[in-house]
């Protein structure tokens, strides 16, 4: 198989004595969907944290794209192609939706340090931010304010945000989170759409998506890996039922 | 922005063009420093209004630059137009990027306490330096003077001409920063005032670009201070008093935060008021206190806000 994309190996964070993640190892691929799932308080956000830069691990390997990605901050990880959406809508609320995307795409120029030409004129820029809002089905919303639009649209601008950076790298955490049900069907249809161009990691609570969408799925337990494998393979594990899915009614 | 606005911007620009043919010398004067303030304002809105950045300490740079104008002011001789401004916005600039570099790694109530604590700082430097004329201050006999090869353009020590270059700074700097918030960079810290966290998880180096802002903020501030000294010909520590960046915070306010023409309007208001509060009463303070408090009440985005009916019935 090539070389992932994203790869980690034994990371771990420690708040004081409580280690929310402990010695992860797992790999992104191009083209492949990698969901993680678990309970609550089992590290998955965590685990995103740390791979988008907000947190730094306590030990561990980070490798982003071949390159030593532990430790850089937040943005310098978002500018190796990394992008990553938030469970909690995370937008630029009194901005339009085309705003918002466009300011994402802005972030791809060499800088922003630009103090002259008008931010619309820059062409490319704005066809960035066009074609995240068209792939998450808001280009006829474009100019509605991001605080006017409802909670589902909302979750997809977050997404298009992402999208709009053109990562090649997707940290989505939990995207369907709040969503009704034909809410949810639209974001998953969007999901396997981008799935071909990215290496994506999916932390999400809904069975019905993660098992529609995953190439591999990762059971985290306490801040551990509890099992990986392929969908199949992680359904059929003993420890699994008993610990996670068994026990799930929901 | 507002048709009414507009209307009124180009109505004020005419008036303030037209004025030095009919006003007196002290209105000329007090209307020149009313400009001066409103560039001051604008420069401190760039922090407040616009990044989100709440300082209390922007008569630093102010004042700053004010006292090197002192210092590059020969005795009875002028200074040099361009040396002494390039030298004064310069210094008022390292002076902003030193504290900049600080205080930017606070934020909220803490960056505003921090800002403060600089000032103030810079304030008793000054205030106790004798060699800077402690308490009292000091003197500039001779305004900064302009030669072209023998030729003087305008002459600073007329008041008309002084009006008229404080008039062309302001046009210069409302139109620049109107550029400045619609290019890329003005997006940059649009977004970080509404959402840093999200600006920085987009790839944006945030600290950055308010440290560029910071700078760019103390550069206009020490024009305005250069132009203070030069206007009034004498430097004293209360120009970098708390009290100074407090009244300069209160225009934007009663102006309008992350408005335009706020700053501009706020400048005016609070020099009129205070003009005409203290012809009546000695408790004049007292009244534009009044004033504010009920400014703030019934228009609590400030006087630019009175001009904006198109979004309110919108």
Not at chain 1, 74 to 86: K, P
Not at chain 2, 69 to 77: D, F
Not at chain 2, 227 to 235: K, P
Request: glycine share 10%; with cysteine; net charge neutral.
């Amino acid at each position: 198989m090539a070389e992932p994309l994203l790869r980690t190996e034994g990371l771990r964070r420690q708040f004081g004595g409580l280690a929310a993640v402990k010695s992860v190892s797992l790999e992104c691929h191009l083209g492949r969907v990698h969901a993680v799932i678990g309970p609550n308080g089992a590290g998955k956000t965590t685990l995103i944290n740390l791979l988008s830069g907000e947190l730094a691990p306590s030990a561990g390997t980070i490798e982003i794209l071949g390159r030593d990605a532990a430790g850089l901050a937040a943005h310098q990880i978002s500018q190796l192609g990394v992008g990553r959406s938030f469970q909690r809508t995370n937008i630029f609320m009194s901005f339009t939706a085309f705003e918002n995307c466009r300011l994402a795409a802005q972030s791809r120029l060499p800088s922003s340090m630009r103090f002259v030409r008008p931010a619309l004129a820059y062409r490319q820029v704005n066809d960035a931010a066009l074609r995240a809002l068209e792939a998450c089905e808001l280009l006829e919303r474009k100019d509605v304010a991001a605080a006017a639009l409802s909670h589902g649209e909302r979750r997809q601008l977050e997404v298009a945000m992402t999208l709009a950076t053109e990562p090649k790298i997707l940290l989505l955490d939990e995207p369907l989170a709040g969503m009704g049900a034909e809410e949810s069907a639209r974001m998953v249809e969007l999901l396997r759409k981008l799935a071909p161009g990215h290496a994506m990691l999916l932390v999400e609570h809904d069975m019905d998506a993660v098992f529609a969408l995953a190439d591999t799925l990762t059971v985290m337990v306490d801040g551990s890996v509890l099992a990986s494998g392929t969908p199949a393979e992680v359904r059929a594990n003993d420890e699994v039922q008993t610990a996670y899915l068994g026990a799930a009614d929901d | 922005m507002g048709r009414p606005l507009q209307i009124l911007l180009v109505i004020g620009l005419i008036a303030l063009a037209a004025f030095p043919l009919v006003g007196e010398k002290f209105y000329l004067q007090f209307v020149t420093k009313v400009m001066i303030m409103a560039i001051f304002a604008i420069s401190l809105d760039l922090l407040v209004g616009h990044t989100g950045l709440v300082s209390l300490g922007h008569a630093l740079p102010f004042g700053v630059a004010a006292y090197a104008l002192m210092l590059l002011t020969p005795e009875y001789q002028a200074a040099g137009f361009w040396t002494s401004l390039a030298v004064s916005v310069g210094v008022a600039g390292l002076a902003s990027a030193i504290v900049g570099a600080l205080v930017l790694r606070t934020s909220g109530i803490y960056f505003i306490m921090v800002t403060l604590a600089f000032g103030q700082m810079a304030y008793y430097y000054v205030h106790d330096s004798k060699h800077l004329g402690g308490s009292d201050g000091k003197y500039i006999y001779v305004r900064p003077a302009l030669e072209l090869f023998g030729w003087q353009p305008f002459d600073l020590e007329k008041p008309a001409h002084f009006y008229y270059l404080a008039l062309a700074l302001l046009v210069l700097v409302y139109a620049g920063m109107r550029v400045l918030l619609a290019a890329p960079f003005g997006r940059a810290i649009a977004g970080i005032k509404e959402n840093e966290h999200r600006m920085r998880m987009l790839g944006f180096a945030t600290f950055r670009y308010k440290l560029a802002c910071f700078v760019l903020a103390g550069m206009l501030a020490g024009l305005t201070g250069w132009l203070t000294a030069a206007h009034d010909g004498l430097v004293n520590p209360e120009m970098l008093s708390w009290h100074q960046s407090g009244q300069l915070l209160m225009m934007v306010i009663l102006g309008g935060m992350g408005t335009p023409a706020g700053p501009i309007l706020g400048a005016a208001a609070l020099k009129a008021l205070e003009l005409v509060f203290q012809g009546w009463t000695k408790h004049w303070q007292l009244v534009l206190g009044l004033f504010i408090v009920l400014s703030v009440l019934f228009v609590p985005r400030g006087l630019a806000q009175l001009f904006e009916w198109r979004r309110r019935r919108g």
